[in-house]
T-cell receptor, first 112, second 111 residues
Framework: DVKVTQSSRYLVKRTGEKVFLECVQD?????MFWYRQDPGLGLRLIYF???????EKGDIPEGYSVSREKKERFSLILESASTNQTSMYLC???????????FGPGTRLTVL | RKEVEQDPGPFNVPEGATVAFNCTYS??????FFWYRQDCRKEPKLLMS???SGNEDGRFTAQLNRASQYISLLIRDSKLSDSATYLC????????????FGSGTQLTVLP
């Protein structure tokens, strides 16, 4: 079974703090994604990566950056957290040539 | 116009009922189609792919209408355990960003 894990299930941070969200997958997938999910808006793609050290902006990259130093790990960074970044953050991965994305359990981030 | 549109619901149906969801997409170049299921406070998981000829998996039937640019999901003989949010997902072959998600349709099956 593919396993995608995220570093925290719940996180509370203050405005202006730097926040790191980590995602690890154990199935040697090339492609990894970060989404945020908000009521009524569905999943929106923040950034994705198709290889180590490669990254591409998704639909809503502003206020975020990412790091992919190792194939199994994809980190999302909020340089200076703001209240409008309060959301559920979901990491996903998939194997090239396959269709199914496998998701991590999500991190519910609250920025006060 | 959103790329992928779904009726958010909620759909509240009695056990045993048949319920259908539709989803429309705007990009005619879309090449792959899926339904994902998301339980409350859980991550989305693939329910089924949708093929051009339509496909069935037990009580679930998925159909694609390319001319009208919509996909549908039919659930027969609803169970309490079918209660979840159903996400319509559209993909583009060869695109690394792969998938665009609808905002989901919430289903509650009542005893």
């Amino acid at each position: 079974d593919v396993k995608v894990t995220q570093s925290s299930r719940y996180l509370v941070k203050r405005t202006g703090e730097k926040v790191f969200l980590e995602c690890v997958q154990d199935m040697d997938h090339e492609n990894m994604f970060w989404y945020r999910q908000d009521p009524g808006l569905g999943l929106r793609l923040i950034y994705f990566s198709y290889d180590v050290k490669m990254k591409e902006k998704g639909d809503i990259p502003e206020g975020y950056s990412v790091s992919r130093e190792k194939k199994e790990r994809f980190s999302l960074i909020l340089e200076s957290a703001s209240t409008n970044q309060t959301s559920m953050y979901l990491c996903a991965s998939f194997l090239a040539g396959d269709n199914e994305q496998f998701f991590g359990p999500g991190t519910r981030l609250t920025v006060l | 116009r959103k790329e992928v549109e779904q009726d958010p619901g909620p759909f509240n149906v009695p056990e045993g009922a048949t319920v259908a969801f539709n989803c429309t997409y705007s990009n005619s170049a879309s090449q792959s189609f899926f339904w994902y299921r998301q339980d409350c406070r859980k991550e989305p998981k693939l329910l089924m792919s949708v093929y051009s000829s339509g496909n069935e998996d037990g009580r679930f039937t998925a159909q694609l209408n390319r001319a009208s640019q919509y996909i549908s999901l039919l659930i027969r003989d609803s169970k309490l355990s079918d209660s979840a949010t159903y996400l319509c997902v559209i993909g583009f072959s060869g695109s690394a960003r792969q998938l665009t998600f609808g905002s989901g349709t919430q289903l509650t099956v009542l005893p």
